[in-house]
């Protein structure tokens, strides 16, 4: 066995999920022998069955997840996220001769002390740590210096969604959870004023989460029922490519995924300048400074008020995703890592 990824939970399936989705997928990577085993009691759905490694129910999750990968004895065991980097660590020490790969995608917005220690115990056994952007090495290295030297920055490849029937049209458009670390009133307040300013504006949210129920009713305080739709779980393609730009207002993010596929779709974003967003300026990419209502709807004023500058940021934003963004180029990257490695 070349490569066993170890996932946490096996729902939702966010950006980790995916990012294993396309490495099973890829071409580039069709001579490797891959597996997936989760660190939960059951497979998420939308993995090959025949890809997933079989857990024993009985035992702890992160344990049996352990086992299951050590017993392939795999050259390269591959942890995603705090839960699925130890889960792959502890596999390591069952399985000496595996070289342990553990992956960053976020800035630590919810690492509470317990799961500090779980994430330096994890790092012992790491040879090579993947992060999805410099603003995610910086944010594990004020946690853990040491850990600097062992970070390789590989940044999420996407390909432009496509559809086969007709977009869906809107001024704006979110994708993500409905969470608190995603700032949906922040965007929602900016986006109040923005439709006093162009009456025929209109947002769409794709996403399901806690947050929904708050949401719902911050649409109606605000007068916005008529202009703002939360679409819940669904397709995010017709959406992006319905669209004239993207939004974000996030507290907390590595590199959102959905941003990229904005981009790869033509969309010019406007975003909070958080984390790996930070490294994204370009005349695609409107940065927010402030967050305050003001500063992102005069944001998104800029773009849909002036149609001339918004197509050029749409030329941009392709761009932007042709020169570092794409499949080809992080499959590659990929590739070369797990051949470091004796794959």
């Known amino acids: 066995m070349d490569v066993v990824h170890v996932l946490p939970e096996p729902e939702p399936l966010g950006g980790a999920e995916r990012a294993v989705l ?128 062992h970070f390789r920055v590989i940044e999420t490849g996407v390909v432009p969604p496509s559809l086969a029937s007709s977009p869906l049209r809107s001024s704006c458009a979110m994708v993500g959870r409905l969470h608190w670390i995603k700032d949906y009133p922040l965007a929602l307040r900016a986006f109040a004023q923005v439709a006093k300013n162009l009456p025929d504006a209109t947002l769409v949210v794709v996403g399901e989460g806690p947050e929904r129920r708050a949401l719902e009713g911050l649409v109606a305080q605000l007068g916005l029922s008529h202009r703002v739709t939360l679409v819940g779980t669904a397709d995010p393609a017709p959406y992006l490519l319905g669209a004239q730009l993207f939004l974000s207002t996030s507290r907390s993010e590595g590199l959102q995924r959905a941003m990229l596929e904005a981009l790869s779709a033509g969309l010019p974003v406007v975003t909070t300048e958080e984390g790996g967003q930070s490294g994204l300026e370009s005349a695609a990419v409107r940065l927010v400074r402030e967050r305050t209502p003001e500063a992102v709807a005069d944001a998104v004023q800029e773009l849909l008020g002036d149609e001339r500058t918004r197509c050029a940021a749409a030329r941009a934003a392709e761009a932007l995703h042709r020169a570092r963004f794409t499949r080809d180029r992080s499959d590659a990257e990929y590739l070369d890592l797990y051949r470091s490695l004796g794959c």
């Open 22 to 149: 396309d490495l099973l997928s890829s071409p580039a990577l069709e001579g490797l022998e891959q597996r997936v085993v989760f660190a939960g009691r059951t497979a998420n759905r939308a993995f090959p069955p025949e890809r997933v490694l079989p857990v024993t129910p009985s035992l702890p999750s992160p344990l049996s997840a352990a086992l299951a990968a050590s017993r392939v004895r795999p050259r390269v065991l591959h942890g995603w996220l705090l839960r699925g980097n130890a889960a792959a660590a502890l596999a390591a020490l069952l399985s000496p001769g595996s070289r342990l790969v553990t992956s960053e995608r976020n800035l630590g917005h919810n690492m509470t002390r317990a799961k500090a220690l779980v994430e330096r115990a994890s790092a012992q056994a790491e040879t090579v740590a993947i992060a999805n952007s410099r603003a995610v090495v910086e944010a594990a290295a004020v946690r853990a210096p040491r850990r600097r030297g």
